[in-house]
């Protein structure tokens, strides 16, 4: 099974950028790298998905280097809502990419 | 459009029960997928469906069945419940299951659920 590893937990405080990577080593061919969010008693909702190279939205960025084997999620100038998990989701890796395997996700505290 | 609806949102067993944990959604997607969620563990992947009458094993399918007679629902259910399952479980669907470009996980509210 294709394995991501985040940190488990960072710490920031207001209007400072943060960058939770992710490692995937074993990302298929074709699939894309998605990021999630869940706040506390909520589901995960999508927050960017990318490729390759960088994209960005309206609620953060996503820097993916040629190889792939990594991903970072830049969040610009955090609030305190910004507190929440992020998870990056990779398919399967063995070609069963249905078998969408979140890893344990990196808890985000942003302080005043 | 009320997306993935779970029911019912709380729940308490006892040792043995069975229960079935409903999921519907109305986007006309063609995966639905369960998951738990423990703390310290992350979402761990319980079974999953690609279409009507087609389901899979996730990563921790022991204890759990599911099965898929349409497009909208993808009832779990627990034959008889055990205190290891108590968790948080999320039921999510998207168009295909697949990581590509604009496929996205559309999560519900999720059901906690305690055994004792």
């Known amino acids: 099974l294709a394995k991501t590893t985040q940190p488990i937990s960072m710490d920031s405080y207001e209007g400072q950028e943060v960058n939770i990577t992710c490692s995937h080593n074993?990302?298929?061919?074709?699939?894309?790298i998605t990021w999630y969010q869940q706040f506390p008693s909520q589901g995960p909702r999508f927050i960017i998905q990318?490729?390759?190279t960088k994209v960005t939205n309206e609620v953060a960025s996503l820097f993916i280097p040629a190889d792939r084997k990594s991903s970072t999620l830049s969040l610009p100038r955090v609030s305190l809502s910004d507190t929440a998990v992020y998870y990056c989701l990779v398919g399967d890796g063995g070609g069963a990419t249905n078998k969408l395997i979140f890893g344990t996700g990196t808890l985000l505290a942003v302080q005043p | 459009n009320a997306g993935v609806t779970q029911t019912p949102k709380f729940q308490v067993l006892k040792t043995g029960q069975s229960m079935t944990l409903q999921c519907a959604q109305d986007?006309?997607?063609?995966?639905m997928s369960w998951y738990r969620q423990d703390p310290g563990m992350g979402l761990r992947l319980i079974h999953y469906s690609v279409g009507a009458g087609i389901t899979d094993q996730g990563e921790v399918p022991n204890g759990y069945n599911v099965s898929r007679s349409t497009t909208e629902d993808f009832p779990l259910r627990l034959l008889s419940a055990a205190p290891s399952q108590t968790s948080v479980y999320f039921c999510?669907?998207?168009?295909?299951?697949?990581?590509?470009?604009?496929?996205?996980?559309?999560f519900g509210s999720g059901t906690q659920l305690s055994v004792l």
């Open positions: 986007m006309n997607h063609e995966y």
């Open positions: 074993n990302i298929a061919t074709n699939d894309y």
């Open positions: 999510a669907s998207s168009p295909r299951g697949r990581i590509t470009l604009n496929e996205k996980l559309f």
């Open positions: 990318g490729y390759k």
